[in-house]
């Protein structure tokens, strides 16, 4: 199987930056999307951002122009890059991949989530 680790969250004031990274371990093969989602108390989780096997990036419009999500295909790492934060942005982050890995007979299918890291927003 495949494991996400998170890391780089904390306790920032507002307009502060943090940066999280998401690391990918196993016999992977192949990763196509991967991307960050969040999750406040008493909300659903929804999608921050998301970066293709390309490069191509996608956005919540609720972090447009202050969060940059980008990845390093040779380490098997996502980063999310969040700048002028604000007390709203507080939540704990997930990354998820999907992709290919070898399981010892073949190629097979996954797609995995971290165990999320907290990221708060406070004076």
């Known amino acids: 199987q495949v494991q996400l680790v998170e890391s780089g969250g904390g306790l920032v004031q507002p307009g502060g930056s943090l940066r999280l990274s998401c690391a990918a371990s196993?016999?992977?093969?192949?990763?196509?999307?991967m991307d960050w989602y969040r999750q406040a108390p008493g909300r659903q989780r929804e999608l921050v951002a998301a970066i293709t096997s390309t490069g191509t990036t996608t956005y919540a419009d609720s972090v447009k122009g202050r969060f940059t999500i980008s990845r390093d295909n040779a380490k098997n790492t996502v980063y999310l890059q969040m700048n002028s934060l604000k007390p709203e942005d507080t939540a704990r982050y997930y990354c998820n991949m999907n992709g290919r890995y070898w399981n010892g007979l073949g190629l097979r299918d996954f797609d995995s989530w971290g165990q999320g890291t907290q990221v708060t927003v406070s004076s």
């Open positions: 196993g016999s992977i093969f192949s990763i196509n999307a």
